[in-house]
């Protein structure tokens, strides 16, 4: 590939940036998956999704999954810990623990307790519904299996089934009448789980998620209900089974300093504990550990200033020094990061349909006759005379005429064709105004919006709300690239829309290195092209997240396997919804559906209006339609 595309698609998408050594681009331009960090063996994604589209018939757009990066991050999660362990002497050792919320899916679930043996990774349940599947999973007997969140009865009695089944099933205090019940609980069926206790810290974390910390923060106990606590559990002898102290200052902590600030005040929790008494042998620091999804390594909201080592090594040192402080035994450090170790393994595909006209491109040139109104030749005056002097100038003369444009068409004034010929040259004035601009060395701010106005508007066979919702929600960035045309010059800005009939159902934010972009860079495009583009670094929160907005469902999935020959396997192929399942969700009965249309259909034959073969015909086509998928064919 010529150097100086390679250097500017790199510097445009910026994927070695954000692709912590899983993604990569080759020499044909494709988009390359790696199964581990700057792994030799790769898939061509272009490859995979000509393959998934032509020999498993898939349709657009797609979920991909890719289970051995969930491995790798686990990996990369648990050696950053066991070397901060080893290079400070801290005597505790490190439990991962997934906390199920940020993907329940099965096939996540079960790839992470796969190595839980080696690494003795453990689940984190916040619902009944995640404690239900988690208590049947085989998981080592070593391995953690928390509980957070509210409970009630029926959540505590499950945990309950848990411990009989011989697991470490501990339940996370939240509140003081929470303990209480445990207890009264424990004492009806004569099983007592683990205990722990979740702290309220002063710290706080930073970005999004910074009010998950702090005084006022959701959960968690102050410090004279945590010192209840205790009491109540020496009081009814089940002081044995306090285990463990938890705290989670929020999610994506953009700022290592945060992240110090609350180990010293969450290690001081523990030694105090410690010393009147409690045997604490495990401090459960939460999740909070981010992806830089941008690449930036900043404190800016989609990134983080630290690498996962470095926030290991902060963890233990800190931990460390106040234990050594305060002469009490390190404990077992437990981790709740479930950001970083999903974010990275799935790949959304989506494919470009359409474009959205905002202004007429390629029209003929307009033409002026003697009779059109004097804004129109005014507007035509203007447009051939703007140059690099005058741009700004003309261009904010240009605004006023296409309001004059629009005040006399609502007074009646000028005709529809007329409207449509100053609509045009508003239009070429403005993009006219903007090459100048461009050729400027201090443009003013207005073209730069300018710039996302003219810009081409994509529509991407996908949904936002169901596929990338932070980047709605929260605003939340994800690296977006095509998978192919890498070894070409992308030459146009674009932004994208989705096929949701909701205009926040766009993205005109993007990754950039320095600040973020309002378009993005695309190859040129036209109607009946196969252009792929994909969403990267969505595998946490983003499916289960999702919702079911528009009843455009489930997209189709694959999940896919790197052998060591470095050949791909399709190991699980998942049709996405079809209009059936949405019809159910929002409970229609397809039966009754049918039956209903058939009624309509038949008055029709009745009044003269159809004949019976055709409405017969009718019938059979629309009963067929449920069995259909529902995004663009
Ligand atoms: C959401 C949550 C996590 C996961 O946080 P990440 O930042 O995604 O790692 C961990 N622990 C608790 C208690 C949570 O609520």
Not at 263 to 291: S, T
Not at 323 to 328: G, L
Request: charged share 25%; aromatic share 10%.
């Amino acid at each position: 590939m010529n150097d100086e595309v390679l250097q500017r698609i790199q510097q445009v998408y910026g994927v070695e940036n954000w692709s912590a050594g899983y993604f990569d681009i080759s020499s044909k331009g494709h988009i390359l998956v790696r199964p581990g960090k700057d792994d030799p063996r790769y898939v061509d994604l272009k490859e995979l999704v000509d393959d998934l589209l032509s020999k498993h018939k898939l349709q657009m757009p797609l979920l991909i999954r890719f289970p051995q990066l969930l491995t790798s991050q686990l990996r990369a999660l648990s050696g950053a810990y066991q070397s901060a362990i080893s290079q400070y002497g801290f005597s505790g050792l490190h439990y991962p623990v997934f906390p199920m919320k940020v993907n329940p899916r099965r096939e996540v679930v079960e790839e992470f307790l796969r190595e839980s043996g080696r690494l003795r990774v453990g689940l984190e349940c916040g619902s009944k519904a995640e404690l239900y599947a988690a208590i049947a999973q085989e998981q080592t007997p070593e391995s953690l299996l928390l509980c957070n969140g509210f409970k009630d009865e029926v959540f505590v009695r499950t945990a309950l089934l848990g411990v009989q089944a011989g697991k470490r099933v501990t339940i996370i205090v939240e509140k003081l009448n929470e303990l209480k019940m445990v207890i009264k609980l424990a004492g009806q069926l004569g099983v007592a789980p683990w205990i722990g206790l979740r702290a309220k810290l002063y710290s706080r974390g930073s970005g999004k998620w910074a009010s998950s910390g702090g005084d006022s923060a959701k959960f968690g106990l102050t410090t004279s209900e945590l010192l209840d606590c205790v009491r109540l559990l020496r009081e009814t002898k089940l002081d044995g089974q306090l285990k463990l102290l938890h705290f989670h200052i929020g999610s994506q902590i953009t700022d290592i300093k945060r992240v110090k600030n609350a180990m010293k005040e969450a290690a001081r929790v523990y030694a105090k504990l410690r010393q009147i008494g409690c045997g604490i042998e495990f401090l459960d620091i939460g999740g909070g550990l981010g992806v830089d999804y941008d690449g930036s390594q900043t404190r800016f909201e989609s990134s983080v200033n630290y690498t996962v080592q470095e926030f290991a090594n902060d963890v233990v040192y800190v931990i460390k020094q106040v234990c050594d402080e305060e002469n009490v035994p390190h404990p077992n450090l437990v981790t709740e990061s479930g950001r970083f170790m999903t974010a990275y393994h799935t790949v959304f595909i989506t494919s470009i349909r359409d474009e959205i006209e905002t202004f007429a491109e390629d029209k003929p040139e307009i033409t002026i006759d003697a009779d059109d109104p004097q804004v129109i030749t005014e507007l035509k005056d203007l447009c051939d005379g703007i140059n690099g002097k005058n741009y700004a100038e003309y261009y904010h003369d240009a605004l006023e005429h296409k309001d004059e444009l629009h005040t006399q068409f609502n007074l009646g004034l000028i005709s529809l064709e007329d409207r449509a010929k100053g609509e045009v040259l508003f239009w070429e004035a403005c993009a006219r105004a903007l090459k100048e601009s461009e050729e400027d060395k201090f443009p003013d701010d207005e073209f730069e919006s300018l710039k996302k106005i003219l810009a081409q508007k994509y529509l991407c066979n996908f949904s936002l709300f169901r596929s990338a919702p932070d980047s709605w929600a929260i605003k939340q960035l994800f690296p977006i690239v095509p998978i192919h045309r890498l070894n070409e010059n992308p030459s146009d800005f674009a932004t994208l829309v989705d096929v949701t009939c909701d205009s926040d159902g766009k993205i005109d934010k993007f990754v950039d290195l320095k600040d973020v972009k309002e378009t993005l860079e695309l190859h040129k495009w036209k109607v009946g092209d196969d252009y792929y583009l994909g969403i990267f670094l969505v595998g946490a929160y983003q499916e289960v997240m999702g919702s079911h907005h528009n009843l455009f469902g489930n997209p189709n999935e694959a999940q896919v396997v790197i052998d060591s020959d470095g050949r791909y396997h399709v190991t699980k192929l998942v049709h996405g919804s079809r209009i059936n399942d949405m019809l159910v969700f929002a409970r229609y009965d397809r039966a009754q559906l049918v039956e209903s249309y058939r009624k309509q259909v038949t008055a029709r034959v009745e009044a003269g209006a159809l004949s019976k073969e055709t409405a017969a015909q009718l019938v059979v086509e629309y009963e067929a339609g449920a069995l259909r998928g529902t995004y663009l064919e």
